[in-house]
C-alpha cells in the first residue's frame, strides 16, 4: 500500500515537470533543451535558500522565478540572437550546470532537519507518503487550473496560433517572438517549480539530477496521450497528470521485478520509444487486418 501511495504523490509532482513540457514541445513544437538545466536550477535555487532559513514556501516561489529567467534566455537567444532552439537549450543547460555549484557551493545540499513545504503543521498529521500526495494534487490541480484558464484567454489563443503556425500568426499581427519567450518562460518556470517540490520531497538537491529528465517529462506526456486517445486541449493537460503516475506504475513494477534503480533511465528510454512507436504498430496491424480481410473475401 504504501508503494503504491508513494508512487501516486511521485506521479502527482513530477506531473508539474510534463505539464512545464507540454507547453512546448506539444504547443509551440519546440524541443527545449533548457529542462535538464532547469529542473536542478530550481532544485538547487529551492534547497539552498531553505538551507541558508528562507521559508520553504518562499523558497519555492524564488526557484520557480529562478527557472522563468532561466527560460527568458533561452528565449533570448533564440528569437534575439537567432541562435537554433536546440542549440540555444543546450548552451543554457550547460551554463546552469556552473550556477548550480555556484549556488550551492557543492555538489549537493542535504535538507535533513530542514522545514520544508512536507514537514509544515497540515502534512505533520498525514500517514506516511500521504503529505506528496496532498501538495502533490493541490499543486498540480492548481497549475492545470490556471494553464486551462490562461489558453481560453486572447493571449493565450495568441500563444497557440503561433505554436500551430507561425507565418499565419504573423500575418494576422500576432507577435510570435513575445509568444515565444513567454512560452519559454512559463514552461521552464514549471520545471523549476517541478525541481523545487521534488528536492522537497527527496530531501536533498544535487547538480547532477537533471540528467534524463527530459525523458520522464515526455514520457508523462507520450503516455498520457497514447492511454486516453484523441483529447481537447484542456483534456491533454489532465492526460498528462495521469500519464505521470502510469509512468511512475511502470517503474514500481520494473523495481519489483528485479531491476536495478541503476537501470531506471535505461527502461524510461525504451517505454518511451515504445509508446512513440505505438502509432506505427497500430497502423501495421491495421493493415494486416484488411489485407487478411481482402483475402478472405476473394
Given at each position: 500500500m504504501n508503494l503504491i501511495v508513494s508512487a501516486?504523490?511521485?506521479?502527482?509532482?513530477?506531473?508539474?515537470?510534463?505539464?512545464?513540457?507540454?507547453?512546448?514541445?506539444?504547443?509551440?513544437?519546440?524541443?527545449?533543451?533548457?529542462?535538464?538545466?532547469?529542473?536542478?536550477?530550481?532544485?538547487?535555487?529551492?534547497?539552498?535558500?531553505?538551507?541558508?532559513?528562507?521559508?520553504?514556501?518562499?523558497?519555492?516561489l524564488l526557484a520557480t522565478g529562478v527557472g522563468a529567467l532561466a527560460g527568458l534566455v533561452t528565449a533570448l537567444l533564440y528569437t534575439k540572437g537567432k541562435i537554433p532552439i536546440l542549440l540555444a537549450g543546450i548552451l543554457v543547460m550547460t551554463a546552469c550546470y556552473s550556477i548550480n555549484l555556484r549556488i550551492m557551493g557543492r555538489a549537493n545540499v542535504s535538507l535533513m532537519g530542514k522545514i520544508t513545504l512536507f514537514k509544515l503543521p497540515f502534512f505533520a498529521h498525514l500517514p506516511m507518503y500521504?503529505?506528496?500526495?496532498?501538495?502533490?494534487?493541490?499543486?498540480?490541480?492548481?497549475?492545470?487550473?490556471?494553464?486551462?484558464?490562461?489558453?481560453?484567454?486572447?493571449?493565450?489563443?495568441?500563444?497557440?496560433?503561433?505554436?500551430?503556425n507561425d507565418v499565419m500568426a504573423r500575418s494576422i499581427g500576432i507577435n510570435t517572438d513575445n509568444m515565444q519567450i513567454m512560452g519559454l518562460m512559463l514552461s521552464n518556470g514549471l520545471i523549476g517549480l517541478g525541481g523545487a517540490l521534488v528536492a522537497q520531497n527527496d530531501g536533498y538537491a544535487d547538480v547532477n539530477m537533471g540528467i534524463g529528465i527530459i525523458v520522464?517529462?515526455?514520457?508523462?506526456?507520450?503516455?498520457?496521450?497514447?492511454?486516453?486517445?484523441?483529447?481537447?486541449?484542456?483534456?491533454?493537460?489532465?492526460?498528462?497528470?495521469?500519464?505521470?503516475?502510469?509512468?511512475?506504475?511502470?517503474?514500481?513494477?520494473?523495481?519489483?521485478?528485479?531491476?536495478?534503480?541503476?537501470?531506471l533511465n535505461l527502461i524510461s528510454s525504451i517505454v518511451l520509444a515504445l509508446c512513440m512507436m505505438l502509432p506505427v504498430f497500430q497502423k501495421h496491424l491495421n493493415l494486416r487486418h484488411l489485407l487478411k480481410r481482402g483475402l478472405t473475401h476473394d
Open positions: 501516486i504523490g511521485q506521479g502527482l509532482l513530477w506531473a508539474v515537470l510534463g505539464i512545464g513540457l507540454f507547453l512546448t514541445f506539444r504547443i509551440l513544437d519546440f524541443p527545449d533543451m533548457t529542462v535538464e538545466g532547469t529542473f536542478p536550477l530550481g532544485a538547487a535555487t529551492c534547497a539552498a535558500a531553505i538551507a541558508n532559513g528562507m521559508s520553504p514556501l518562499m523558497a519555492t500521504f503529505d506528496s500526495v496532498f501538495l502533490g494534487l493541490i499543486v498540480v490541480t492548481l497549475v492545470t487550473i490556471l494553464m486551462i484558464y490562461f489558453l481560453q484567454t486572447d493571449l493565450g489563443q495568441a500563444f497557440i496560433a503561433t505554436g500551430d520522464i517529462a515526455l514520457a508523462s506526456i507520450i503516455i498520457g496521450e497514447v492511454v486516453f486517445g484523441e483529447l481537447t486541449l484542456n483534456q491533454r493537460l489532465v492526460a498528462v497528470t495521469c500519464g505521470s503516475i502510469l509512468y511512475r506504475f511502470v517503474l514500481l513494477i520494473v523495481l519489483q521485478l528485479g531491476f536495478s534503480a541503476n537501470d
